[in-house]
């Protein structure tokens, strides 16, 4: 029926994405289906300055009709109302306020200092570089000697922080940071991240990842 609301879950999303692949990873974890529309962010659809007419951006989580934005509350979102499969956020509320900080640190630093890395040259370059390997760096500080960074279970600061390590070749090829070198114990969560299901079937690939970048630096006259 036109105008009848549609059932079930759709995420609004683009590929390479790395806001819209933790929605992905955390719907995976939880074992949800749900229908993945691509987006073109070139040409938005009516869907998505629908669902998100604030921003106008993707990830849009669209459940039972009723739209979610911003990945950060749509995992959250995700958490709490599928809550009869195994939890993302903690139990305890001291242990659940550290990993909504951790998160929300992930968000306001690494996307950012990671396109200063590809957008920029020179000292600003320069500058990025020694930011990133700072936030890197403290960001394994926060992991500790740990599996993950809520423990030993894979949680919600993980499917904040694990997309952007498909990004990680990105940043080491035009940013000459090699986080193996610089963290090796943040290198290796992400290798025990990436075995997961949920994990290696959403992230993009590395290598499409810097081709990606690449192709933008081209369209963008970035030298």
């Not at 105008?3 to 939880?30: M, T, Y």
Request: hydrophobic share 35%; glycine share 6%.
């Amino acid at each position: 029926m036109a105008g009848e609301k549609r059932k079930g879950l759709q995420l609004l999303d683009f590929w390479v994405s790395p806001f819209g692949q933790r929605c992905r990873i955390a719907l995976d974890e939880k074992a949800l289906p749900y229908e993945y529309l691509e987006q073109d962010l070139g040409n938005k659809s009516e869907l998505l300055i629908r669902s998100n007419p604030v921003h106008k951006k993707i990830p849009v989580l669209v459940h039972d009709g009723r739209p979610v934005c911003e990945s950060l509350i749509i995992v959250q979102y995700i958490d709490e109302a599928f809550s009869s499969s195994s939890s993302l956020l903690p139990s305890d509320p001291y242990a659940r306020a550290q990993a909504r900080f951790w998160a929300d640190y992930i968000d306001k630093k690494v996307y950012d200092c990671g396109t200063r890395l590809w957008k920029t040259k020179g000292e600003p370059q320069q500058q990025a570089r020694k930011e990133m390997v700072e936030i890197l760096k403290t960001l394994e500080g926060a992991l500790g000697d740990k599996p993950y960074f809520g423990g030993d279970e894979f949680g919600f600061v993980d499917v904040a922080f694990v997309p952007f390590t498909a990004w990680f070749l990105t940043y080491e090829r035009f940013g000459e940071i090699s986080v193996e070198k610089e963290c090796p114990k943040l290198a290796a969560w992400a290798k025990r991240c990436g075995e997961r299901e949920s994990v290696k079937k959403n992230l993009s690939p590395p290598e499409k990842v810097y081709e990606f970048i690449a192709t933008l630096k081209k369209k963008f006259g970035i030298e």
